[in-house]
């Protein structure tokens, strides 16, 4: 018996849950530090310490108070629901590359005794991701709804890729680079083009 192919909408809503749920566990975290006296952010990104690896995975469901979390929460939920419309595989795909390149890229680069919080590096990979998938994908939807997101976000990506004081600008840039990347590994035809190479190949010879 096979089982029944996810409708269209069915594939949105799923994604969309994905990202509200993303959001509402860093909420929840974000509660429990207070309780706890913040003891929590002490499991961040502190640079070239093996110890703090983990935080690669924890660093961006952490925030520096509830303003941090409000200031991220919003165009996290706005960018990551218009690539949640592409299914719940495509968010988690998109949040993990971006989360995995953001952390490790801070991680290796991040100025040493400090500790890097926040989702923001999540929020710059998504929007980079919208910013480059149309591109990738030769899609004419998709190039008009990046150059959306460049409009009303644009100046704000580059001012968060300035050095400054308590800002993680590696956690920014790396998480920008990370969306490129998902952007390129994710694009439309990637399957195809594999099966195809063979047989390229086997003419060519």
Known sequence: MEAATPSPRDRRWSGVRVVLGLA????????VDVVAG???DS??????????LAGILAAPFLHAGFGHL?????????LGIVIALGGALQVLGVTAIVALVSGLGTWVIGPE?????????????????????????????????GLVVGVLWGASLLA??????????QGHLFGAVG??????????????????KPERLQGAA
């Open 24 to 31: 509402a566990f860093m909420w929840i975290l974000e509660v």
């Open 38 to 40: 913040h003891r929590l």
């Open 43 to 52: 499991y961040g990104i502190e640079p070239r310490d093996t110890d703090s």
């Open 70 to 78: 409000l200031a991220n929460t919003i165009p996290f939920l706005v």
């Open 113 to 145: 005794q400090s500790i890097h919080i926040g989702a923001s590096g999540v929020v710059f990979g998504y929007a980079t991701f919208l910013l480059t998938r149309g591109l990738f994908n030769r899609d004419l939807l998709q190039i008009v709804i």
């Open 160 to 169: 968060g890729l300035e050095p400054q004081e308590g800002i993680s600008w």
């Open 179 to 196: 969306g490129v990347l998902a952007a390129r590994v994710l694009r439309r035809g990637r399957s195809t083009d594999r099966a195809r």
